[in-house]
């Protein structure tokens, strides 16, 4: 009887776990976080940008070490630059990758426990933009996955994947051309020899229909794997929770006004789309982490335009559901073992004119 009193009221618990809005820091400008990455309660990483004035913007760090947010010191980039990626291994070891130079040159940065440098990073269109979005590292080496324009100065983007060594070498990876315009969003391994690499094509640069890329690496080489499709599909996170358990996040378009959430699950066999809340003003998922197989976290916004909204989907093991969140719209979530999750954006303060920071958390 008590270890039934017990399971019933860690299960209530469970359930009544809530999310809740935690202050960050916001430079003079428009600030926008991007993506989140946590290797311990007190170390925890959200990255972005700041918007000075009417266009430059430069890249933006926080950092909570278990009681606040604070700004982190960092290198400045060359131009505008902005981080859509990062990625905390350990206490001593973190990444945060995007862009410098508006779009030109990637950037790559590293936290060694003391301090950020910016590390070389490649750059396969000397001439053309080079742009890094997701970040992965396993076992000492860094996944990182992004898109470069076409050289020639033909149409049209392709995929970047590049991985570094821990002796700081790059290799880049070509991977053959799913549309006239491919991107890479997101990264994810579960060890050397097991990746996936998620983004989304165009079959137009000119405004084409969009399609899902859906990319896995077998130790050897990247090969395609695509999702059945019979609506527009874009992706923009992925988590693999085992080699044959793995989730991509994203939106679709069936028709009507909106593009809407969607979630695809790999089995080991197949792609399959899961079933989700209906979303009817429309909405996107840009992230998903998971604190086990059975407990997974899908991030993004319900609605759209400055009205949207902060939404998180859970995954129990059974079913998807939404989860009662506050603050405006969500792009990155990182966990904590064993009860804890992240999700960090930004939303427009119209007191200030600007788009300010948001983080919220739950502790199950």
Known sequence: MDAIKSLTLITAWVVAATWVQVPSPNAPGSNELLAAAASSSTHVWAVGRVVAGTSAFRTLVLHHNGTAWVSV?????????MFRAVDAPSNTDAWAAGFQQGG???LVQHWDGTAWRTVASPNPNPNGLNELRGLKSVQGSLWAVGSYSRPGGSYGSLKLIAQRSGTGVWRTYSTPAITAE???EAVDATGPGDAWAVGWGSTSPFGGVAVAVTLRWNGTAWTSVPQPQPNQVMLFGVKTVTPNDVWAVGHTYPGGPHWIPAIYHWDGTAWTRATIPAFPSGGQLRDIVALSPSNVYAVGLDGEGLGARSLVLRWD?????RETTPGPKLYGAATVAPSTVWGVGYGYNQNVGANQTSTIRTTE
């Open 182 to 184: 491919d991107f890479l």
């Open 104 to 106: 030109q040159r990637t």
């Open 317 to 321: 093991g059974s079913v998807w559901t």
């Open 73 to 81: 010191t960092h290198p400045a980039a060359n131009g505008s630059a």
